[in-house]
């Protein structure tokens, strides 16, 4: 029983660390990268944020991104086996915040928008560019928040386990 307890805190500590830079990063947008965006011309906003969203699908990203999501789905099974154990519960509850969240918001939300935006020649910045950062930013906003609380409730756990 000992090996499960510091695998599931090895898992709990790769899982806090990963949803934590997944918060950090969904907060930036949140809290400046979209503000700024939306002060610029609405064609260079449009543009900027069309190559934003290029240059993010990379290596790093895929595996914070995917490694996360893994690690969150690996703790969840484990944490609805095992919790009667101190700090399950609280694991748990991370793992649905970051899977509803940065899983679910982005796959449902912000990628669909992405992907229209892509469509759009830089020429219709006027008429799309002002909706889809209000709602792009709507969802990051939620989306961030849910990466904040798995964070917190990853840390939760860990307190509790210890």
Known sequence: MAWLTAYLSGLVVAALVGTGLMAGLLFAFSNFVMRALLQMAPASG??????????ILNPVFFLLFVGTTLLCVLIALTAVSHLPQPGM?????ASVCYLLGPVGVTLLCNVPLNNALATQAV????????????RWQMWNHVRT???????LFFAMGLVARS
């Open 145 to 151: 928040i849910l990466a904040v609380l798995a964070s």
């Open 46 to 55: 449009m543009e900027a944020m069309q190559r934003i969203n290029i240059s």
């Open 89 to 93: 519960a609280y694991c748990l509850v």
């Open 123 to 134: 020429s219709m910045a006027n008429e799309v560019w002002s909706s889809y950062a209000l």
